[in-house]
């Protein structure tokens, strides 16, 4: 039997940009043993046998207790990371976007998250998730794809 070589595997999560009145919508990382500390999005791992946007959607309901819509939300950047030294893979994270949405927005994680505001988008705090700075700054520049670490 010939020996078959185990296929490249890479992690994918989704993120959720909420826009309102000029602010985006930050959580800030707490007891997770990454990024402690950071903002970064309503965000999450795919679980296997569900798309990106069906992950999102049960991300949103299970992070800040809103309620979305498949249909209203719209892949606006992808980020290919490359493994981190020590890290376990490579990454692909997927940003979505909607305007829309049901629910009146909650920390449903304290556990995981100490504090879910809204920060001017003009003025956001200085401790952001490396990677969600510049997947931010590639949105503003209306950047579909980029890469970190290659």
Known sequence: MPITKERFKIIPAVYLILKKDGKILLSRRYNTEHEDGNYSLVA?????DESFRQAMIREAKEEADITLNAN??????????????????????IFLK????????????PNKCDDLKWFLIDDLP???VSYIRHALKQIEKNKFYSELGF
């Open 126 to 128: 200085e401790n952001i």
């Open 44 to 48: 999450g791992h795919l679980e296997g």
């Open 72 to 93: 209203n939300l719209k892949v606006i950047h992808i980020t290919h990371k490359k493994k981190e030294p020590g890290g376990d893979s490579e990454r692909v994270d």
């Open 98 to 109: 909607t305007d829309k949405w049901k629910g009146k927005i909650k920390n449903m994680e």
